[in-house]
Nanobody, 119 residues
Framework: QVQLVESGGGLVQPGASLRLSCAAS????????MSWYRQAPGKEREFVAQ????????NVADSVLGRFTMNRDNSKNTAYLEMTSLESEDTAVYYC????????????WGQGTQVTVSS
């Protein structure tokens, strides 16, 4: 059974930091590019960040550039989203996503974890 389980969300004040975790099971984690997306109420789901299979390459969306980054621990089958200087605009449900190399199969989504930034 394939699972992606997000954790680490919560209610924080502007300027705070959070680390979200995505725990994977049921597939070969090290063969998958891992990403984070988010969706705020009334808005479409948007890309946040992506990390390469070996963890050496990270891409982040312009909206979070300089504030968010990703890392991963393949020995623990876990990917992370490191968030700093959180703003009210970061309030959303954050989803973990796993994508294989081209031609190796389909992708997987987690159920999401809520991040609320409010004073």
């Amino acid at each position: 059974q394939v699972q992606l389980v997000e954790s680490g969300g919560g209610l924080v004040q502007p300027g705070a930091s959070l680390r979200l975790s995505c725990a994977a099971s049921g597939f070969d984690f090290s063969r998958y590019v891992m990403s984070w997306y988010r969706q705020a109420p009334g808005k479409e789901r948007e890309f946040v960040a992506q990390i390469s299979r070996n963890g050496n390459g990270v891409n982040v969306a312009d909206s979070v550039l300089g504030r968010f980054t990703m890392n991963r621990d393949n020995s623990k089958n876990t990917a992370y989203l490191e968030m700093t200087s959180l703003e009210s605009e970061d309030t959303a449900v954050y989803y973990c996503h796993a994508s294989p190399a081209i031609g190796e199969g389909g992708t997987y989504w987690g159920q999401g974890t809520q991040v609320t930034v409010s004073s």
